[in-house]
């Protein structure tokens, strides 16, 4: 191999390691926010007239009964195989959840790009000919 490929080739995993490092730390952050929320999730789950009984099977099905360590270590491979979960509101499969709303979320995001763009672009360049 010539040299600007090995360097293109090291760019390349050096991106790649950089986004898997951002990803893991990203699922890091969610699952932290997940576990520091004060509501529990399993008298979500039941309710409040749960017995103990069931909320402790409901825990170990959930997993929240393992050390965080290993919590975290399967919420990553659940992760990576594309099971965000469900829903403890809906009760629905959380990856079904965003693409429904995902369509709206984009015209959303595209519309207000575009109206940034159209807006901002023309007030930069008037505020930068006209000082004061």
């Not at 099971?83 to 207000?112: H, K, N």
């Amino acid at each position: 191999m010539d040299r600007p490929a090995i360097r293109l080739l090291g760019q390349i995993l050096v991106g790649l390691g950089t986004l898997a490092i951002t990803l893991l730390g990203l699922l890091a952050v969610t699952f932290l926010i997940a576990r520091v929320v004060p509501t529990d999730p399993v008298l979500s789950i039941v309710g409040e007239r749960a017995t103990a009984a069931q909320i402790a099977a409901i825990r170990d099905r959930l997993g929240l009964d393992l050390p965080l360590w290993q919590q975290f270590l399967i919420y990553v491979r659940d992760a990576m195989r594309g099971d965000l979960g469900t829903s403890i509101r809906t009760g629905q499969s959380v990856t079904a959840e965003i693409a429904r709303y995902f369509p709206a979320t984009l015209e959303l995001a595209t519309l207000g790009t575009l109206f940034g763009t159209l807006v901002g672009v023309p007030a930069g360049v008037l505020a930068a000919t006209r000082p004061g």
